[in-house]
């Protein structure tokens, strides 16, 4: 397993948080505020993805530049927008965190260390122990899927689907062209994406947090559901016939996009 202890961040990485947000209005304002005091001199991008309340507005508020998508995507579209926009900006790499404050932005240091050894540093929730728990078929997803994408990466992987993630290097400009939208798409095959393409991962330990609104469903239906998909997914992810080259140029920036960064 690539562990990367909390090092300097390479001087060659120009990074940017990319914060993907739908109807976050109660928890985006303190999210940016918080990842400015903890990174300042990182620039944060808020993905408005289509939302029908004022995320966009308490996300100015709070400092962040925000693109705002005219219909929600999803985080895979949402996420894709932010690559290219990094790509276009001339951006090295893009930090994923999310907007309802379970990530924390301390930790962004260390996930950047690791570009220097990898193209994507995954923030790994399992990969110690603390308070943060999920249980039943959700849980069992996430072990199996993680066994899988271990022995394609050829190096241990604990925690596969997180959210809390660098991408940089060769990874960057290929998910600002090919990063998934479909359910789940953003966290299984995006993997297979970045492996197949000859991208290298890595991970390092991070702690969870509470969300700080609103509150994720444990319905063991839909824990079911979600067991299904990530199986259907991966196996979708698997057999697809990739053909990725990756691009030196960069990419245009999204139609959504224009004029509305603030």
Same mark, same amino acid.
């Given at each position: ?21 739908w109807?976050?209005e ?10 400015? =005091?903890?990174?300042? !001199?990182i #620039?944060?991008? /808020?993905?408005?993805?289509?939302? %029908?309340?004022?995320? *966009? &507005? ?12 005219p ?27 999310? =907007?309802?404050?379970? !990530?924390? #932005?301390?930790? /962004?240091?260390?996930?950047?260390? %690791?570009?220097?050894? *990898? &193209? ?10 603390d ?28 925690d ?56 994720p ?22 057999i697809?016939r ?5 691009k ?15």
């Amino acid at each position: 397993m690539h562990c990367v202890s909390e090092t300097a961040v390479p001087e060659s990485v120009r990074a940017l948080i990319v914060v993907p947000a739908w109807n976050e209005e109660e928890a985006v304002g303190a999210t940016v505020r918080e990842i400015r =005091a903890a990174v300042p !001199h990182i #620039p944060v991008l /808020v993905v408005d993805d289509g939302s %029908g309340d004022r995320t *966009a &507005d308490r996300a100015r508020e709070a400092g962040a530049m925000v693109l705002e998508l005219p219909y929600n995507l999803g985080v895979g579209g949402a996420m894709r927008a932010g690559f290219r926009y990094a790509v276009r900006h001339g951006f090295t790499a893009a930090v994923q965190v999310d =907007a309802d404050g379970q !990530h924390n #932005p301390s930790e /962004v240091p260390a996930l950047l260390a %690791g570009l220097a050894d *990898a &193209d994507i540093v995954i923030g790994a929730r399992f990969a110690q122990d603390d308070e943060y728990k999920v249980r039943g078929p959700r849980r069992w997803a996430m072990v199996v899927l993680a066994k899988v994408l271990s022995r394609l990466a050829r190096t241990k992987l604990t925690d596969a689907t997180s959210g809390f993630k660098a991408t940089g290097g060769r990874a960057l400009p290929v998910f600002a062209e090919h990063y998934p939208v479909e359910y789940l798409g953003d966290t299984i095959e995006s993997m297979v994406i970045a492996l197949r393409s000859g991208c290298k991962v890595a991970q390092v330990p991070v702690r969870m947090r509470p969300r700080r609104g609103g509150a994720p469903s444990h319905r063991p239906f839909k824990a079911m559901v979600y067991l299904f998909r990530a199986f259907f997914a991966l196996l979708l992810a698997l057999i697809r016939r990739w053909d990725i080259k990756v691009k030196a140029e960069p990419v245009p920036t999204p139609v959504a996009s224009e004029g509305r960064v603030a």
